[in-house]
């Protein structure tokens, strides 16, 4: 890409608005991961803040997050860990209870004994919203005595929540400009006005 003249993150508007309604979050990022280029620049981005030896293990958060997560891990060459809506593991767990971005009561769960204590963890997830997800992520690893590395999403909004884990923790995204961000803040991206479906 030695010419490459697109901003540095140009695939962000291959994320499909919502056209579904409330009940659903405000847009698609899966519809940017069919995208190969998109798709590696985006895990390419979201790995180079982390040398080789910050992380052991990456994390990825149900559903989503375990499609970025399983990535960056194969690309970073580390083992992954999924941590799963509740009830889905059939071994002993460690869960979390709390509410995210639909206001509804969710809960996550990880293996017991997931990782040794002492861990440097990457926590990823496609979105932070309210920070619902993010935050109990990082309470389960933290609990297993696990060091929080980093947290990888393919956009951060400046949400209390999100503020909150990007002042405590080193944490990437693929937003770049100011102009952007204040857009995902919005909840509006201006690449929607002429975003077209393949
Ligand atoms: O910051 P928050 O308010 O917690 O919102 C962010 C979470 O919401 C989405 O998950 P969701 O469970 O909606 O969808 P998924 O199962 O398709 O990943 C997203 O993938 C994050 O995990
Ligand atoms: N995938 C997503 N896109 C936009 N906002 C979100 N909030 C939670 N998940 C989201």
């Not at 608005?17 to 998109?38: C, H």
């Not at 080789?52 to 375990?66: Q, R, S, Y």
């Not at 619902?132 to 990888?152: D, K, S, T």
Request: one cysteine or more; proline letters at 4%; glycine letters at 8%.
């Amino acid at each position: 890409m030695a010419n490459d003249k697109r901003d540095p993150d140009w695939y962000l508007a291959l994320m499909a608005p919502n056209t579904k309604g409330p009940e659903f979050s405000w847009l698609d990022p899966t519809a940017m991961y069919r995208n190969a280029e998109a798709f590696q620049q985006c895990v390419a981005d979201l790995t180079k803040a982390f040398k080789p030896d910050e992380v052991d293990l990456v994390a990825g958060i149900d559903a989503t997050g375990f499609i970025l997560g399983g990535a960056i891990a194969c690309h970073l060459k580390k083992g992954f860990l999924a941590i799963r809506k509740y009830g889905h593991l059939c071994v002993d767990v460690d869960d979390v209870r709390f509410k995210d971005y639909s206001k509804k009561e969710k809960r996550l769960e990880i293996r017991k004994d997931a990782f040794k204590p002492g861990t440097k963890v990457l926590i990823v997830d496609q979105w932070i919203e309210t920070g619902g997800n993010m935050g109990a992520a990082v309470e389960l690893v933290e609990r297993q005595q696990g060091i929080v590395a980093g947290i990888a999403c393919v956009c951060i909004e400046e949400t209390e929540g999100g503020k909150r884990l990007m002042e405590k923790y080193k944490c990437v995204s693929s937003v770049v400009s100011r102009e952007i961000q204040d857009q995902v803040n919005a909840k509006n991206l201006e690449s929607f006005k002429t975003y077209k479906p393949l």
